[in-house]
């Protein structure tokens, strides 16, 4: 699937796929220029920021969030 948004191309083909959400479908990816952007089941696609990633990865995933992003801070 490829979507073009503010100049931008984004390729489920070319990015790295980082996490599928099991409870909605949702998959979220990383382009190779470290853009990131969510596929959702219905085919509807939405571009979102690196600490939107990290904080869906943070409240669900956190062992795929530290092997992406690395260790995180202590709170």
């Known amino acids: 699937m490829q979507r073009i948004v503010n100049g931008y191309i984004y390729d489920t083909d070319n ?3 980082l996490w599928v959400d099991e409870s909605n479908g949702r998959r979220y990816y ?6 990131y952007f969510v596929v959702f089941p219905t ?3 939405k571009v979102v920021t690196v ?3 990290k904080s869906i990865l943070g409240l669900h ?3 795929r969030y530290k092997e992406i ?5 202590e709170g």
Do not use: Q
């Open 69 to 73: 992003f690395g260790e995180p801070k």
């Open 61 to 63: 995933d956190v062992a």
């Open 30 to 35: 990383a382009t190779p220029n470290s853009r």
């Open 43 to 45: 085919g509807e696609f």
């Open 51 to 53: 600490d939107f990633v």
């Open 15 to 17: 990015a790295i796929l």
